[in-house]
């Protein structure tokens, strides 16, 4: 994001009444993130403990032995004492060190083989060490919740999964899954994405200019996006709207005066297409 510009929509997200922050190391904003929260503490507006700030551990950072001291640099970055969630950012690992996205001479991804079930006892000893309030996973599918949650030994389960979850990508299985185990889902790209092309399958057409969620929009005098997120809510998907823009991080709020009949929660849910806009091929 431009220099500043994270600073501001946080502050201004504050001010509208969002708590829910999700971060991440490889945004590489979280400093503007924590100064925003810091900032709109210090005002008086809100407290910490009124902030749910979630982080993540990435891919180079798998090993074990990484993974409370690239939490503790997120937490140095931030300048808070605590995030509220950390989670395991995707299910693979990349060779530790310093490239984000490590490359052989071929231009090919250099994959790491870590067990996961190692990785999620060191995110159980961030939690122990009260260096995360919760803990949870992004991009899991069944299997990969299943390993966690059958390994010998657990004392923390996930409390969340962060997937791509929309109308057009609804989800049903995994919900359902998640459901069964408690496990909340946490809906990515809950607006159909920026259709940014360097890593969004953009074949697949966009969300918010789908005529049904406009035809309901009109209806409540709320837009497609209005109506994309309150779809989310009302099936207990937790949504992570991204803006930059302060009347569209006002608008994305305003979706808790009006609710969605069953009759149009069913029509939603038959747009989905079962295909994702993030297809992370790497
Ligand atoms: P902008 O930052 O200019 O508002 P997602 O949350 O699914 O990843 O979608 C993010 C994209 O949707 C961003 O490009 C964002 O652009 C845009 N966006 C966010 N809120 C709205 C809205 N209410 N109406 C239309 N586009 C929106």
């Given at each position: 994001?431009?220099?500043?510009?994270?600073?501001?929509?946080?502050?201004?997200?504050i001010d509208t009444g969002y708590r829910h922050i999700d971060g991440a190391f490889v945004y590489y904003n979280e400093h503007e993130v924590g100064q925003a929260i810091r900032e709109k503490i210090a005002e008086g507006r809100i407290k910490?403990?009124?902030?749910?700030?979630?982080?993540?551990?990435?891919?180079?950072?798998?090993?074990?032995?990484?993974?409370?001291?690239?939490l503790e640099k997120t937490l140095k970055i931030l300048q808070l004492d605590y995030v509220d969630l950390y989670i395991i950012e995707l299910p693979m690992a990349f060779k530790p060190g310093d490239a984000i996205y490590p490359k052989d001479e071929n231009?090919?991804?250099?994959?790491?083989?870590?067990?996961?079930c190692a990785t999620w006892e060191a995110m159980e000893a961030c939690k122990d060490a009260g260096l995360a309030k919760s803990i949870g996973v992004s991009n899991f599918n069944r299997r990969q919740l299943e390993m966690?949650?059958?390994?010998?030994?657990?004392?923390h389960k996930p409390v969340s999964n962060q997937v791509e979850c929309h109308p057009y990508f609804?989800?049903?299985?995994?919900?359902?899954?998640?459901?069964?185990?408690?496990?909340v889902i946490?809906?990515?790209s809950p607006?159909?994405?920026?259709?940014d092309e360097t890593w969004v399958n953009v074949s697949s057409p966009p969300l918010l200019k789908d005529p049904v969620l406009n035809a309901i929009g009109r209806k409540y005098n709320k837009t497609?996006?209005?109506?994309?997120?309150?779809?989310?809510?009302?099936?207990g998907v937790v949504v992570i709207p991204k803006s930059f823009n302060p009347q569209r991080i006002r608008e994305n709020f305003q979706i808790f005066d009006f609710s969605l009949t069953e009759e149009e929660m069913k029509e939603i849910e038959a747009l989905n297409k079962n295909v994702r806009y993030v297809e992370l091929l790497m």
């Open positions: 994001t431009p220099k500043g510009s994270c600073l501001e929509s946080v502050k201004i997200a910490r403990e009124d902030i749910f700030y979630c982080g993540k551990l990435w891919n180079t950072c798998h090993p074990p032995e990484l993974v409370r001291p690239t231009g090919k991804f250099i994959y790491h083989e870590t067990d996961l966690i949650l059958n390994k010998p030994g657990l004392k609804t989800q049903p299985k995994l919900l359902e899954f998640c459901r069964q185990h408690d496990i946490v809906g990515y607006l159909g994405t920026s259709r497609a996006a209005q109506v994309a997120l309150r779809f989310s809510i009302q099936r």
